[in-house]
């Protein structure tokens, strides 16, 4: 049974650091890709950023390019965003996700974290 637990959210202050983990379990986590989605209240969820089920980094929306770094500790089965230089405007749920192949960097989406709230105030 794939798990998905995300910690790290919090309540910060415009231009603070976060880093967000996302520990897994029931699957080889080496071997899928994930990514991270979030969710503003009264917006539709996004992908924020998304890595390889290599580890190398696939994707960052266009509003995190330059301040979030994805990242997979295959020895822990951890996913982490780092997030600097916070803008309001990144508040909401951030939530990780796992594909539902392995080796498959562009399968659906399987199985999701409950998420995590990031509120960054101004």
């Known amino acids: 049974q794939v798990q998905l637990i995300e910690s790290g959210g919090g309540l910060v202050h415009t231009g603070d650091s976060l880093r967000l983990s996302c520990a897994a379990s029931?699957?080889?986590?080496?071997?899928?890709?994930m990514g991270w989605f979030r969710q503003a209240p009264a917006k539709d969820r996004e992908l924020v950023a998304a890595?390889?089920?290599?580890?190398?980094?696939?994707f960052y929306a266009d509003s995190v390019k330059g301040r979030f770094t994805i990242s997979k500790d295959n020895e822990k089965s951890i996913l982490y965003l780092q997030m600097d230089s916070l803008k309001s405007e990144d508040t909401a749920v951030y939530s990780c996700?796992?594909?539902?192949?392995?080796?498959?960097?562009?399968?659906?989406?399987?199985?999701w974290g409950q998420g995590t709230q990031v509120t960054v105030s101004s």
């Open positions: 996700a796992v594909r539902d192949s392995p080796y498959h960097d562009y399968a659906p989406v399987d199985s």
């Open positions: 029931g699957f080889t986590f080496s071997n899928y890709a």
């Open positions: 890595t390889r089920w290599t580890g190398v980094s696939l």
